[in-house]
């Protein structure tokens, strides 16, 4: 009898540790810690960007506060796969959120967000459908204190007038980054040959051929790519300089642990998707835990308890270790719908023994009679 009970407490370890690898697995896959960063220079095509990698500001480019008009251009092709959703191409912000400013593809428009401290939401001005893959073409998007007009290749395609707004309000702390958000995620691919930065509205006719004459309209930044090395790109704008970054490695300029859900990360039906992938994968964790537990102990509340503190810590793990890879976000919501779901197991699995001990004893109450 003990050897029996013996064999089916290595059977449920086993069945426990295998179960343990397959969550592992999947949640870290495809384990590339240690990924190399793909964006590189060359002096004909500019900054070439694919997936993943990031160029960042060493140091925020505070330079950048306090404007009161602006003008934001940039000399590029797009690879960038409209399927893919949102690229980051250029942005002085941590993430799609929290925002000074942010230039970014969305399947196959462009788009402009900022904050201001008149508005609580950063304002957008965008237009659809204007990238051609592998096509070269500029943008220039300006503010002149009353209203925000957008640019490709000289001529006007979009505008809006918004009034006077400021940005005092913008977060001094936030990076320069080029090819995707602060943390390495949202990347975009395609080539970038200038990026410049004007602390006024440029007039009409300075739209004229801009990636040509850079240096003569006196940017506040300017990065065309003829002063750098293998991992600097050297600001040519006014000082102080905002020089880039290139890390060899995939190193972001921050890693994000355990994020907050936006709204638009549960919306139906991706988040609802993923909610319910996450819940359902640990629920048979809390099942096996407990059945394995509940062959030594009688008690339903320490069961359930060591269960969910359990599926709290495989997640816990799962989710700092997710920060560390391109290709995955470390969530808090997927802390706490794994967490939950391993308590549902525990649940599921005392609900069983309850059903199946209440059959039991009325089977024995039968043979009485």
Known sequence: MNVTIKNQSCTLLILLSVYLCILLLFGLWPMNFCEDNHAAVNHSDGLILSHPSTVYSKEPPEKLLNLQEFTICIDMSSDFAPSKGFGTILSYALDYERVNFLVGQWRS???????????ARPISIGRREVFTKGTDSWFAISYDGAAMSLYQDGEKIASRRIGPITFSSWNKSYPLIIGSDASGRSSWKGAI???????RALREDEFIDIPGRLQELSPLVCYDYTNMDDTTIIDCGTPPPAH???PHRLIPYQRAFLELPSMK??????????????????VPLGFLISLYIGRESSSHTRSIL????AGFMVSFIIEISQAYLSSRSSSM??????????GLGALLYHFRKGVLHRRLSGYRHLDVF
């Open 306 to 309: 060591i269960s969910i503190a």
């Open 265 to 282: 990360d549960v919306r139906f039906p991706w988040g609802i998707l993923d909610i319910t992938i996450n819940l359902i994968g640990f």
């Open 333 to 342: 919501l997927d802390l706490i719908n794994n967490t939950v779901g391993s």
């Open 244 to 246: 880039l970054t290139i």
């Open 109 to 119: 428009g462009i788009e402009l967000r900022i904050a201001s401290d008149d508005h």
């Open 193 to 199: 040959r200038s990026v410049a930065i004007f602390d």
